[in-house]
């Protein structure tokens, strides 16, 4: 008699095109994630995804959200995923709340149904002080604006903000022509970034629009990074550069971000989709 092979249920999502293996640590056994995530999230012989999301159960809040990025690290906070999170919890009818409270690695948040496809995450407060970022750049408690930094050989002008993970800014005139395959991992790795980090290039349209790309750490570049256009968003108004009520335009979509006040939590509003459910052979091929 031949033995059925291991599968797992997964769900593929995405947020404004950043997408995602959704899988159900609630409902189902799961092997550990570590070992398997990068098969999960190859593109050409996995399933595909920039990061997978694990549902579990918590003791501090409704769900908790594990994220491992596509090359098996654990990333710590992902703003479209946790649309993309409240959806699935939601649609799978392992909750019926319109607000729920998420725990991640960078404390619990709280998504909530905006209309439609739209979710609204209430993402905390950014960290400023270049200690909570974290990032050598800066002192004190910031925030870390326009800092000069020398890298891979040029000379640039950088911001940085947490928002549970790193981000680096960098304003640039023309966002489609950004160096962003280069500059991305270098500083994704420099020494500045003891933990690494996300890294943001963004174009000022007018007050109102911001057009960013994202080099996400541990990922490479995504159609759209949630954190990071809260990040972007928060550097920006504080530069004076923008109103505290923003549209992002991302390539994958664009996302509505506000930040009422310097002691203010920021709101994050985007959509969330299914795009199709599947079973994953553990066992390598079948």
């Known amino acids: 008699m031949s033995r059925e092979p291991a599968f797992l249920a997964f769900t593929k999502m995405h947020g404004a095109g950043n997408d995602y293996v959704v899988l159900d640590g609630v409902s189902q056994t799961l092997p550990p994630i570590e070992p398997i995530a990068a098969r999960l999230a190859d593109r050409h012989f996995g399933v595909g995804c920039d990061q997978i999301l694990v549902v579990r159960p918590s003791e501090d809040a409704d769900f908790r959200m594990d994220i491992y990025n596509n090359d ?23 909750t019926t709340k319109d607000e729920i409270s998420v725990e991640t ?11 439609g496809d739209q979710v609204r995450v209430d993402m905390g407060r950014p960290f400023l002080a270049p200690s909570k970022i974290p990032t050598t750049l800066g002192a004190g408690d910031g925030p870390v604006l326009d800092v000069p930094l020398e890298v891979a050989g040029q000379r640039l002008v950088l911001s940085s903000v947490g928002m549970g993970n790193p981000h680096c800014i960098v304003y640039v005139d023309d966002v489609e022509r950004a160096p962003v395959e280069t500059l991305g991992p270098a500083l994704e790795h420099h020494s500045a970034f003891p933990n690494r980090t996300n890294v943001e290039f963004v174009e000022i349209v007018s007050r109102g629009l911001l057009r960013q790309r994202t ?15 809260c990040a972007v968003a928060v550097a920006t108004m504080l530069r004076g550069a923008c ?23 920021v709101f994050m509003t985007g ?16």
């Open 271 to 286: 959509p969330a989709a299914e795009v199709y459910t599947g079973r994953f052979p553990l066992a390598g091929e079948e």
């Open 243 to 265: 109103e505290r009520r923003v549209e992002i335009a991302l390539r994958g979509g664009t996302l509505l971000l506000e930040w009422a006040d310097d002691s203010a939590h």
């Open 72 to 94: 098996g690290s654990r990333a710590e906070m992902c703003g479209n995923g946790l649309r993309a999170f409240y959806k699935f919890v939601r649609d799978r009818g392992l």
């Open 215 to 229: 080099f996400e750490r541990g990922t490479g570049e995504t159609l759209a990074c949630g954190s990071g256009a």
């Open 105 to 115: 690695l960078a404390g619990i948040m709280r998504p909530r149904a905006a209309g």
